[in-house]
């Protein structure tokens, strides 16, 4: 898929650099202005005309007049001990969502791998300006504003859809995040695992991929980048047809049998977990490469060793790694996570299958800053924040 195949931006700040030649064009201002805008605001990460002090000052006042400002401004930084950081962002109409900054070695770092060695290292450690000394930061990133699958277990469901962020607004929320980080840190990857699903504002989320993937942007390999989605089979099957699978896919499956998964899961009613499944399969992971099956345990609901069996047999012959997370407690769900022993048994049950799989256990404080823990803010939080240090 080439950008031209998108439908067009929903606002300036998400135009790519033909866009912009096309508007500068009718503007009659000379073309090349228009790699030095979409510099400024993908490299730089300054979104505010008047800040672009190569361009004369005619042109900053037409962008400004145009429209083009920050979409997003960050309302508050919460930082754990550990170096994860938990940024509030504020969208240009006041609603607010969270993204998370990850380093390796983090608590929540191992959420989203699992383990160290899991997460892909061939590009970037091969890249000429690779340095040991780099801390390497993830960037866990939000899609929508809520999220309108409504699973059982998490936070964004329970607060329903506010509305979709545009692509703008995906790709400010991490030029933020990049403008957070110290000393010898480096953006390395993004997960599509904060609110939302991005499958389900598959536009705007494959626009910002595109955007953040750009070569006069933030220039991240398109490997770098994973998608979490909670199985929409059409919109998987697009994301492999338009990227070809160079993009990362991670799928929350939380069950193996098709009716305990619609009680997790009501888009499992749409999309049934055969179907999921037959979607996986055919996704084309790269050479070398794995794709992430996510299983949120859940006591009493998907976690007796009967499951366990049933997920290896669903899941025999995929080039994939589990991630197994015992349930994180949202309020006003009456579901919790299983027992220590239980967790232990699931998962060995699992590697005895033959599956490599990971436990991330939840520990006090780091909970809300954990992909898939972040909520909606106002009457609808529901889980507890980060202490600031
Ligand atoms: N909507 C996408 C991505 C965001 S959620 C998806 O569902 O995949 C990221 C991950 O966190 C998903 O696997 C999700 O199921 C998981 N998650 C959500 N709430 C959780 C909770 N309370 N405890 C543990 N994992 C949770
Ligand atoms: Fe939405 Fe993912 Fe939460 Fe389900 S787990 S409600 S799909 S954010």
Not at 58 to 63: E, G, I, P, T, V
Not at 81 to 101: N, S
Not at 109 to 129: G, H, N, V, W
Not at 248 to 263: G, I, P
Request: contains cysteine; glycine residues 8%; hydrophobic residues 40%.
């Amino acid at each position: 898929m080439q950008p031209s195949d998108l439908p067009p931006a929903a606002s300036l700040a998400e135009q790519f650099p033909p866009e912009w030649e096309k508007l500068l064009g009718d503007w009659g201002e000379p073309r090349y202005r228009a790699l030095q805008i979409f510099r400024w605001i993908h490299q730089r990460g300054v979104q505010n005309p008047a800040q672009m002090t190569d361009l004369p000052k005619r042109l900053r006042d037409k962008l400004t007049d145009a429209g083009l400002a920050a979409p997003a401004h960050v309302a508050e930084v919460q930082a754990s001990a550990d170096g994860t950081k938990k940024l509030l962002v504020e969208l240009a109409d006041g609603k607010q969502i969270e993204t998370v900054l990850i380093p390796r070695g983090s608590v929540a770092a191992e959420d989203i791998f699992a383990s160290d060695s899991e997460e892909p290292r061939d590009e970037y450690t091969e890249s000429a300006d690779f340095r040991s000394d780099t801390l390497e930061v993830t960037q866990c990133i939000s899609s929508q504003v809520g999220c309108a699958m409504g699973c059982a277990f998490c936070a964004s469901g329970i607060a329903g859809l506010k509305r979709q962020m545009n692509a703008a607004e995906i790709v400010s929320q991490v030029l933020l995040g990049r403008a957070t980080l110290e000393g010898s840190s480096r953006l390395a990857g993004i997960v599509f695992m904060g609110m939302g699903e991005p499958l389900h504002n598959y536009n705007a989320v494959a626009r910002a991929i595109r955007l953040i993937s750009h070569p006069d942007g933030l220039g991240m390999s398109l490997r770098r980048m994973t998608v979490s989605t909670s199985g929409l089979v059409p919109e998987m099957d697009r994301l492999a047809r338009d990227f070809g699978g160079q993009v990362q896919l991670a799928v929350s499956v939380h069950a193996a049998d098709t009716d305990t998964r619609s009680k997790l899961m009501p888009v499992n009613k749409k999309y049934p977990l055969s179907e999921v499944i037959a979607a996986i399969r055919r996704y084309p992971v790269p050479r070398r490469r794995r794709l992430t099956i996510e299983y949120t345990l859940v006591r009493g609901m998907n976690d007796n060793e009967q499951s366990a069996r049933s997920l290896a047999r669903i899941l025999r012959g995929l080039r994939a790694k589990v991630n197994l997370i015992p349930m994180n407690p949202v309020q006003g769900t009456g579901l919790a996570a299983p027992d220590d022993t239980v967790v232990d048994r699931f998962q060995q049950i699992l590697r005895d299958e033959g599956l490599d799989t990971f436990l991330r256990r939840r520990r006090g404080d780091d909970i809300a800053a954990a992909c898939g823990q972040l909520a909606l803010h106002g009457e609808a939080r529901k889980v507890r924040a980060l202490p600031l240090v």
